[in-house]
C-alpha cells in the first residue's frame, strides 16, 4: 500500500515555534484523523494543499461557507467551489461596475455623439467638426496653389529647369530651400544650364609581350627540315627549290602538262617525284607553323591599327594633352607595326627555305604601347563632364528655387499657412482633448467588461445532474428538495421548495436555511463535484481531505453524511473516489461521528490484516498526531470519547470546558449505573456547584462570578467525587489508560 509523507517541520506560528511537534505524518489511502478544534485541523488541511497541489488533484472540504455563496438580492444561494467568497466578490465588482457607470456616463457626454444631427454645441465632437471644416478650407487653397505652381516650373523652358515629371510633391520639398537671387546671377545660370555635355572614350588595350614574337619567329627561322627524296637537280639550292614547289602549285598534275618556263611536257614522273619531296610530315609541320606564326602577328597589326580617337570628345582644357598623348600613342603604334613587319618579312623569307637554318632577325624589341596617361586625361575630361552636369543641375535647381521664391511671395505663403496652422492647432487641441477622453473611456469601458467577465466567471453555472443526485440522496431524510430560482435570468442560484400541507409548494431562501441544512447541502454538492477534473489533472491521482464535514448542528443528518462518506471511500463512485490511487482524509472534532464513519468491527481479512493495517488512524493531541494501531487504542465507545476529550482539556488547562465533560460524564455514568443523583452527589455543596448539570442557579453563578480553580484541582475533585462513590476503580481504569495512551510514542 503506498503511503504519502507530509511534512510537518516547515509549519510554524508567527513566534517561529512549529505547530506540530513530530516532523512527518504518513497518510494512507484511507485515513480517519480525531482531533478537537484548535488542536491544528484546519493548518493540517493548508499544509497538505501546498505540498501536494503540484503532483495530485487535491480536493478540500472545509465547511459550507466556502461551497455555498448566498446571493442576498434573489435570496438564493450558489453551488460551487469558493461560492461564498464568489458572491461576496460578485457583490464587490457589482458597486465597482456602477461607480464606473457613472463615470462613463459623463464622458460620453462631454465628448458628445459624432454623427448625431442634434449635437450639443459645447460638446467636443461638435467643436472638432467646426475646427476641421476650417482647416479644410485653408488646406485646399494652398493646395491648390501647390498644383499651379508646380505645373509653372514643369512647362517653363528656355532653359528648361525642372524633368517632365516634376509634380507639388517636389514643389512643396523644395519650396524650404527658397531663396531670392539677383539679376546677374540669374543670367549665369541661364547660360550655365544650356551647356552641352561631353564624353571621352578610354583606349582598350591589353599588354603585348613583343620580345615573345621576337623568340617565336627567330624559333622557326632556326627551323629545318631534312629532305626524303634527294633530287639532284636541285643541287640544294633553296631558289631552285622554291622555285620547284611554286610550279607543282601552279601546274596541273595531269600527264603531258606543258611547262610554263621551258614549254616542254611534264613527265607523270615529275609530278610523283615532287609531290613526294614537298608533302613530307617534317615539312608540312613547318609550314603550319610559318603560317600561324604570320597569322598572329597580322592579328596584332589590324588590333594596333584599329586604336584610334575622337579628339572632339574632350573638352577644350584637355585637347592639346589629348593631342600630345594621342602622338606618343601613335608613336608607339608605328614601331610595333614596323617591327611586325620585319618579322613578317623574315618568315616570308623562311617559307621558301624550309631544308636550311636561316640566321635570327635581329631587330630591337619596342616598348608595349602605353595608354595609362591617355586614360587618366579621359578619366580628367569625363569627371569635367560629371561636374558639368552637376553645375547644369545646380544652375537649374537654383533656378527653380529662384522662381519659386517669387511665387511664394505673391501668393502671400507665410501668411497663409500661419492661418493653416492656427485652424490646425485649434483642432489638433480638441482632437487631443477628445483622444484622452476617449481613453478614459476606453479605459473605464475595459474595467467594466473585465469586472463583467469576472463576474461572469464568478458566477455559478447551473448544474442538472449534480441537483438531481443531491435531491435523490436527501429524499427521505428530508421534506423538501433544492430547486433553481430562475428569477431575472439567472442561471446556477438555488433555494429549497418544499410541499405544505396543502399541496401548495413554498421556497425558503438561503436566509431561511438552517447550519445543518446549509452543510449538507454543500457537503452533498463537494461529492458530486469530486467527479469532475480539469483536463490537466485527468491522470494525477485525488487528495480528498474532509475538515469536520458534519458540524453539531447536523446530528439529524449524520446518518446519511456518515452514509455517503463510507459510500466513497469504499470506491463504490470510482470516478470520484478511486481506491487504488487516490487518498482520504477525514478529519472531525466530533466522536460520535468519528466512532461510526470508518470501517466497523474487528474483523480481520485472509491475511490477518485489520482496519487498522489498512487505514490510518489518528488522535491529534498537544501537537502530535498520535496513531492508533489497534482497537484497545482506539476509542470504544462514545462513553470512551468523553473521557478523551476530558484529558485534552485538562491537558489543555481549558478548566471551564472541562466542566462541561465531567458533567456529561457524570451524567452518562449516573444513567448507565442507576445511581440516583442525589445520591450520587451526596449533598455536597462543592459537587453540585461544580458537577451538577441539571443546578442552573449553579450554573448562573459560575458564569457570573470569577472561576480560579486549576485543572489538576478540578480532577482532583471530580477524582474524589468517584472515590466516595466506591468507584475508585472506575475513574483509574479510565483516567489511567488515557494517560498512557497519550504518552505512546507516535508511530507513522
Request: proline residues 2%; glycine residues 4%; negative net charge.
Amino acid at each position: 500500500m503506498n503511503e504519502i509523507g507530509i511534512n510537518l517541520s516547515t509549519h510554524c506560528f508567527d513566534d517561529g515555534i512549529s505547530v506540530f511537534k513530530q516532523p512527518e505524518v504518513m497518510l494512507k489511502h484511507k485515513n480517519f484523523i480525531f482531533a478537537k478544534n484548535g488542536s491544528g485541523k484546519s493548518t493540517f488541511s493548508k499544509i497538505v494543499k501546498q505540498q501536494l497541489l503540484s503532483g495530485y488533484d487535491v480536493r478540500i472540504y472545509n465547511g459550507f461557507d466556502t461551497m455555498l455563496g448566498e446571493n442576498e438580492n434573489l435570496n438564493a444561494f450558489a453551488l460551487s467551489v469558493n461560492a461564498n467568497e464568489n458572491e461576496q466578490l460578485i457583490r464587490e465588482k457589482q458597486k465597482e461596475i456602477d461607480i464606473h457607470n457613472t463615470e462613463l456616463n459623463h464622458i460620453v457626454a462631454k465628448i458628445g455623439e459624432r454623427d448625431s444631427g442634434n449635437q450639443d454645441a459645447e460638446s467636443l465632437s461638435k467643436k472638432l467638426q467646426d475646427a476641421e471644416k476650417q482647416v479644410s478650407i485653408e488646406e485646399r487653397e494652398i493646395e491648390k496653389f501647390y498644383t499651379v505652381s508646380a505645373a509653372q516650373i514643369k512647362n517653363r523652358s528656355a532653359p528648361q529647369v525642372s524633368n517632365t515629371s516634376y509634380t507639388k510633391v517636389n514643389f512643396k520639398r523644395e519650396m524650404n530651400y527658397a531663396e531670392q537671387l539677383q539679376d546677374d546671377e540669374i543670367k549665369l545660370l541661364e547660360e550655365t544650364a544650356k551647356t552641352d555635355k561631353k564624353t571621352a572614350q578610354k583606349i582598350v588595350w591589353q599588354k603585348v609581350n613583343l620580345a615573345s614574337y621576337l623568340n617565336s619567329t627567330n624559333e622557326i627561322l632556326s627551323s629545318e627540315v631534312e629532305a626524303k627524296t634527294h633530287i639532284l637537280r636541285f643541287n640544294d639550292d633553296p631558289e631552285k627549290i622554291s622555285f620547284a614547289e611554286r610550279g607543282l602549285k601552279v601546274h596541273k598534275h595531269e600527264e603531258g602538262e606543258i611547262c610554263a618556263f621551258c614549254g616542254s611536257p611534264i613527265a607523270q614522273e615529275t609530278f610523283s617525284e615532287l609531290e613526294k619531296y614537298f608533302s613530307a610530315d617534317e615539312v608540312q609541320r613547318l609550314k603550319d607553323r610559318i603560317n600561324l606564326g604570320k597569322n598572329k602577328i597580322n592579328d596584332l597589326v589590324n588590333i594596333i591599327e584599329a586604336i584610334n580617337i575622337r579628339k572632339s570628345n574632350f573638352y577644350p582644357d584637355f585637347r592639346t594633352q589629348a593631342d600630345e598623348f594621342w602622338n606618343q600613342v601613335v608613336m608607339q603604334k608605328e614601331k610595333i607595326v614596323r617591327f611586325c613587319k620585319v618579322l613578317e618579312e623574315s618568315l616570308d623569307d623562311k617559307e621558301k627555305n624550309l631544308f636550311s637554318s636561316q640566321n635570327p632577325v635581329s631587330v630591337d624589341v619596342p616598348n608595349d604601347i602605353n595608354v595609362f596617361k591617355y586614360n587618366e586625361l579621359v578619366n580628367q575630361n569625363n569627371e569635367f563632364g560629371e561636374n558639368l552636369n552637376k553645375e547644369k543641375d545646380s544652375a537649374k535647381e537654383k533656378l527653380r528655387k529662384s522662381i519659386i521664391w517669387e511665387m511664394l511671395k505673391d501668393f502671400h505663403f507665410e501668411t497663409k499657412t500661419a492661418e493653416l496652422n492656427n485652424a490646425k492647432k485649434i483642432r489638433d487641441d480638441i482632437q487631443v482633448e477628445i483622444k484622452k477622453e476617449k481613453v478614459e473611456k476606453e479605459n473605464i469601458q475595459q474595467v467594466i467588461k473585465y469586472l463583467e467577465d469576472e463576474i461572469d466567471r464568478l458566477k455559478p453555472k447551473a448544474e442538472e445532474q449534480a441537483i438531481k443526485n443531491i435531491n435523490k440522496k436527501l429524499k427521505g431524510s428530508v421534506p423538501w428538495k433544492l430547486d433553481y430560482c430562475g428569477e431575472n435570468g439567472e442561471q446556477g442560484y438555488y433555494w429549497v421548495a418544499q410541499e405544505c400541507g396543502d399541496g401548495s409548494i413554498v421556497h425558503r431562501g438561503v436566509k431561511e436555511l438552517s447550519t445543518g441544512e446549509k452543510n449538507i447541502i454543500a457537503l452533498l454538492y463537494f461529492i458530486e463535484k469530486l467527479e469532475d477534473t480539469e483536463k490537466s489533472k485527468k491522470k494525477l491521482p485525488k487528495m480528498i481531505l474532509f475538515d469536520d464535514p458534519m458540524n453539531s448542528n447536523d446530528a439529524g443528518m449524520q446518518y446519511l453524511i456518515i452514509t455517503e462518506l463510507q459510500r466513497l471511500y469504499q470506491g463504490k463512485s470510482p470516478k470520484r473516489y478511486n481506491n487504488q490511487k487516490d487518498y482520504i482524509v477525514i478529519m472531525t472534532h466530533n466522536i460520535h461521528f468519528y466512532l461510526n464513519v470508518p470501517p466497523h468491527g474487528a474483523y480481520k481479512d485472509e491475511n490477518k490484516r485489520t482496519k487498522y493495517d489498512k487505514c490510518n488512524f489518528y488522535r491529534i493531541s498537544l501537537g502530535k498526531f498520535l496513531k492508533i494501531e489497534n482497537e484497545k487504542q482506539d476509542f470504544k465507545t462514545n462513553y470512551d470519547a468523553l473521557w478523551s476529550e476530558l484529558q485534552d482539556l485538562c491537558t489543555n488547562d481549558l478548566t471551564n470546558s472541562m466542566l462541561n465533560s465531567m458533567r456529561r460524564i457524570i451524567e452518562t455514568y449516573i444513567d448507565f449505573t442507576g445511581v440516583k443523583q442525589d445520591d450520587f452527589y451526596q449533598g455536597n455543596e462543592q459537587y453540585l456547584k461544580l458537577f451538577n448539570v441539571n443546578s442552573h442557579s449553579a450554573i448562573d453563578g459560575l458564569s457570573t462570578e470569577a472561576f480560579d480553580e486549576s485543572s489538576k484541582k478540578l480532577v482532583d475533585d471530580f477524582h474524589q467525587i468517584f472515590i466516595d462513590n466506591k468507584a475508585e476503580a472506575h475513574f483509574n481504569a479510565h483516567w489511567k489508560s488515557l494517560e498512557s495512551a497519550s504518552q505512546e510514542p507516535v508511530t507513522d
